[in-house]
């Protein structure tokens, strides 16, 4: 479906009682056609939502709270568009539950058939909460870096890398990644992190690639997929993985995670920011 059909930028009324068809999905070729990726993907990965106003009623009608993560694989056809997905979690408020078990079947049902894969849902209860850790990612910090710019939009030629040279593997963060919501224009502000074996990336042409999305208008996935598919054309990494954390939104954070090699997940920890 088309962006434009979304609830995404328009008045909306906020239900309470539990209604999956407000779920809307967005097919991922939209963005990944325009960036070549028609074929076989070159990479794999997830996309971690955290949801953080999630309620609803116990059978004796008090109101029960969680955290809900949920893990999208990148294969999946669809993506979902994050105010359909607030609206949707909001609908529960005053739904009754029989148990947090059934919520999250009802959660893992809903959103499958929506993005069109099987997805995974973890609710955390408050009585966890004291457990949940914020963690910087690891990484260089490209941000130390003092440079000119002037370039907002993506700029893949800012990209270069030493192919005279022996193969490096590092890992480079910025906190200076900004995009823009489709339709309405809204920041999103996120991390990044990059981990590479290959030639030595510049880390200043770098930082102002990441820079140059500043203007760009873009959903999480994309602009993390089209990052992984210049960095993989310019720079011709060996193996390459990319994470980024963006700040949350409506009581959402998108965390989506792209790599061409077997490696573990990210551990979901939050950033400060988020």
């Known amino acids: 479906m088309n962006p434009d059909q979304s609830p995404l930028g328009k008045p909306a009324e906020y239900l309470q009682h539990y209604d999956p068809t407000l779920l809307f999905p967005i097919e991922r070729m939209q963005g990944r056609g325009p960036i070549g990726l028609t074929g076989s993907l070159p990479f794999f990965g997830s996309d971690i939502w955290n949801a953080y106003e999630l309620s609803w009623l116990n059978a004796r009608g ?36 029989e148990s947090a078990e059934a919520l999250a079947a009802t959660l893992r ?22 457990k949940l850790e914020f963690d910087e990612l690891d990484g260089l910090l490209l941000d130390r870096l003092d440079l000119d710019t002037e370039i907002y939009e993506p700029t ?22 900004k995009t823009n919501c489709p339709v309405t224009g809204q920041p999103d502000w996120g991390s990044v992190q990059i981990f590479y074996n290959g030639p030595q990336i510049d880390q200043a042409g770098l930082l102002r690639y990441i820079i ?28 390459l993985a ?9 009581g959402l954070d998108i965390n989506p995670f792209r790599t061409n090699f077997s490696m573990p997940s990210p551990d979901n920890a939050r950033t400060a920011r988020q």
Not at 242 to 250: E, K, L, N, Q, V
């Open 109 to 130: 049902t809903d959103l499958s058939a929506v993005a069109g894969a099987s997805v995974k849902v973890r609710l955390t209860s408050p009585y966890e909460f004291e």
């Open 156 to 177: 893949p030629s800012l990209l270069r890398a030493n192919f005279d040279e022996a193969a490096v593997e590092e890992t480079l963060t910025s906190n200076l990644l």
């Open 212 to 239: 140059s999305y500043r203007n760009h208008t873009g959903f999480h996935e994309q602009c993390v997929e089209q990052m992984f598919v210049d960095i993989q054309r310019e720079c011709r990494p060996t193996r």
């Open 62 to 97: 008090k109101p029960q709270i969680a955290i809900a993560t949920f893990t999208i694989p990148a294969e999946s056809p669809n993506i979902i568009e994050s105010k359909s997905f607030k609206l949707y979690l909001g609908s529960f408020a005053n739904t009754v539950v």
């Open 242 to 250: 990319i994470y980024a954390r963006y700040t949350r939104r409506g």
